[in-house]
């Protein structure tokens, strides 16, 4: 981040909007916004008795309020503080040394879930659907909302809601979901079909004159401020501040079909692209260096959570990334050895990219909610879904047989001395609780576990450290209006070498009473991600040191940098930072993408057995499923991961 040529005035940060209810994450004063939004459905189990506290005896008094809708919080979201400071102090050894012993509450529960994820929310779903239809399941979740990276974000601009995704994007690739990860959607009620014919409008940015994309250079990084616009790189890097031979390689290299590697056989190729960073064939093979390397330096960040560097260049060859169409590579016969997994299950699939709840896939989430929780989520359809209204006091409701409980962290799980259950402590709202279970799905993150299940191996816990996420911003920022971009003639906005890695009008969804802005002069969702792995230093080296440079940075100077960029990108076409933007919301993710396996990076792929492996393994009555499982961040690892916990715990009946 720099020191912005725009008074604060000009940015309008002295300006009153909805990111002040909640900043860094912490409650200043709630206003309606916040505490609701514009749809209908239940307001709160307020009214009702029942909603528990944690000793589950219908604990919240008839009249007391709701509290905030978690959803429509701006300011620091994500891992919001209040969220990971126990996490934290388990890490750092301190825990135990105040918190006393727990407090035993609730009835035993036939299954405890850690983590109220897309990964949690399912195995609590195919244990119910395929081990026991009347089981009691407990999720407990350290956020104030369920989803994980899931992450719903609504605004109210001009008495109009808008949704947005804070974390997981989309449903990507449906085809190459396996059986068992695939077959939920049909549970959930989930067509996606509707997608292609009627929900995601395909001809909306044509429409609309908005279907090219701006590049930004940064004068504190490229000399002098510049936007260039096209749909080539020749006319993208006309006029724009970067040295001529540099311009020419870019061109050859993004627009161009040459063959770097000419003379290796296609094996030779393979072989070779293996052994490889994407950065070093990039250096060695086409002869990308100075600003033509910086430029393309965190080009893979927004996708993996790397940057070129730490990105395998046989998998990017595999995924068709630029500069690899001119190698004349074998296709037909693969997916090749040694390609992460990632890279196999985009293997021959090329769907399109529209299966997009307007939340994202906290879609998903929520559908999952409902089916465990019909009570706390009303409707039946998937347009209802989107704009239903979720009764918070209802997910932890001694009348559920499946429980959410939220703000609630995990400090310890661990077996009963007969074997024959297991025993969960955690901690909610400054108090230590047990509760017992006859198994336990830890869908949590992994690096977390060794931290938390004393009854893992040495080599289970040096394996559980061994799941490193990868640090990233999901900001969303609701506009007044959208007319500077489609002066500009742009969907989005990439900023080359920036703290931004891009910012992008949402996906043009309409899903029934929802509706996706129509025109320029309507409010709209902007999202723009950051993705915070330094490069230079290895992947787990550079998310760690990514996760330090988050964990010090203010919701303040996040807003000012959204500011600045879109008004030094858009200024030209009237965009006023000032009075176009209503609100802001930023979600944070010190952990966010899983880890990828791949070569040259790890000297255990594919070979194994992996991390994921060795932690995965089931000990008694705990498993393990999440993303980290299984080896990549697409929402069918969390499904399938969650079906191999769950069918695990069925053989133990």
């Known amino acids: 981040m720099h020191e912005s040529s725009w ?39 307020a009214e009702e008795p029942g909603a528990a506290a944690p000793g589950g005896a219908g604990a919240s008094p008839a009249g007391k309020p709701a509290g905030p809708y978690p959803p429509a919080l701006t300011g620091m979201r994500g891992s919001h503080a209040g969220s990971f400071e126990v996490a934290h102090s388990l890490r750092d050894g301190t825990f135990w040394d105040k918190a006393g012993e727990p407090t035993q509450t ?16 399912s195995a609590a779903h195919y244990y119910l659907r395929d081990v026991n239809p009347k089981a009691k399941i407990l ?9 994980g990276h899931a992450k719903r974000n609504e605004f109210t601009v001009n008495g109009r809601t808008l949704i947005g995704y804070g974390g997981s994007q989309s449903i990507e690739n449906p085809s190459a979901y396996p059986p068992e990860a695939f077959g939920i959607f049909a549970d959930l009620g989930i067509d996606l079909k509707k997608f292609e014919t009627t929900y995601f409008d395909r001809g909306f940015y044509a429409r609309h004159g908005v279907r090219g994309r701006a590049t930004f250079f940064a004068k504190e990084i490229w000399g002098r401020d510049h936007v260039g616009k096209g749909f ?55 002869g990308v260096t100075g600003d033509a390397y910086r430029y393309l330096r965190h080009s893979t960040a927004g996708g993996t959570g790397v940057n070129i560097d730490q990105f395998p260049a046989l998998d990017a060859a595999s995924m068709f990334y630029p500069g690899m169409s001119g190698l004349g590579l074998d296709y037909d016969h693969g997916p090749w050895p040694g390609i992460s997994k990632s890279g196999v ?31 706390a989520l009303p409707g039946s359809t998937m347009e209802d879904l989107v704009t239903a209204r979720v009764d918070y006091n209802r997910l932890d409701h001694d009348a559920s047989t499946t429980r959410i409980r939220l703000n609630s962290t995990v400090v310890r799980v661990k077996h009963r001395p007969d074997g024959r259950s297991v025993d969960v402590a955690y901690m909610q709202g400054g108090k230590l609780y047990t509760v ?7 869908a949590c993150w992994n690096a977390m576990i060794p931290y938390i299940a004393p009854d893992l191996s040495d080599a289970q816990k040096a394996a559980g450290h061994e799941a490193v996420k990868y640090p990233m911003i999901y900001a969303n920022i609701a506009l007044t209006n959208w007319r500077a971009w489609q002066r500009l003639g742009v969907s989005g ?32 969702v902007v999202h723009m991600e950051a993705m915070l792995t330094k490069p230079d230093m290895n992947r ?21 940098s959204i500011r600045d960029n879109l008004a030094r990108s858009l200024g030209a076409q009237g965009f006023d930072p000032a009075a176009d933007i209503a609100a802001i919301t930023t979600n944070r993710w010190a952990h966010g993408y899983a880890r990828w396996y791949s070569t040259p990076f790890d000297a255990f792929w594919p070979q194994g057995p992996t991390p994921a492996d060795i932690i995965g393994t089931p000990v008694g009555r705990l498993t393990v499923a999440t993303t980290d499982q299984a080896a990549h961040g697409f929402v069918d690892g969390a499904l399938e991961s969650a079906y191999r916990a769950v069918k695990y715990l069925g053989s133990l009946r």
């Not at 009153?16 to 916040?34: E, K």
């Not at 017992?436 to 830890?442: D, F, S, W």
């Not at 509706?515 to 709209?524: C, G, H, K, Y």
């Open 7 to 45: 008074s604060d005035e000009e940015l309008g940060m002295k300006r009153r909007i909805t990111r002040r209810d909640f900043l860094d994450g912490v409650a200043v004063a709630v206003g309606a916004a916040a505490a609701g939004t514009a749809f209908a459905g239940s307001a709160s189990a």
């Open 106 to 121: 609730d009835r035993p529960y036939d299954l405890v879930v850690v983590g109220a994820g897309i990964s949690g929310l």
């Open 139 to 147: 999720i407990l979740d350290p956020h104030d909302d369920f989803g």
């Open 232 to 286: 080539s790189a020749a006319q993208t890097l006309a006029g724009a501040p970067l040295d001529d031979a540099s311009k020419q390689k870019l061109i050859e290299v993004l627009d161009g079909d040459t063959d770097w590697m000419a003379g290796m056989t296609r094996d030779e190729k393979v072989n070779r692209l293996r052994d490889i960073s994407y950065g070093t064939y990039f250096t060695q093979y086409a």
């Open 345 to 375: 299950r985009f293997w021959g699939h090329e769907d399109p990219y529209i299966y997009h709840f307007p939340d994202g896939n906290a879609g998903v989430a929520r559908a999952l909610v409902r089916k465990l929780n019909p009570k």
């Open 436 to 442: 017992r279970a006859a198994g336990v799905v830890m």
């Open 493 to 524: 906005v990439s900023f080359p070498g920036g703290f931004w890695g891009s910012a992008s009008l949402d996906f043009p969804v309409s899903m029934g009473d929802y509706r996706f802005s129509a025109n320029p002069d309507e409010p709209i």
């Open 540 to 560: 787990q080296k550079g998310a760690k040191a990514g996760r330090g440079a988050l964990a010090r940075m203010t919701f303040e100077e996040m807003e000012r």
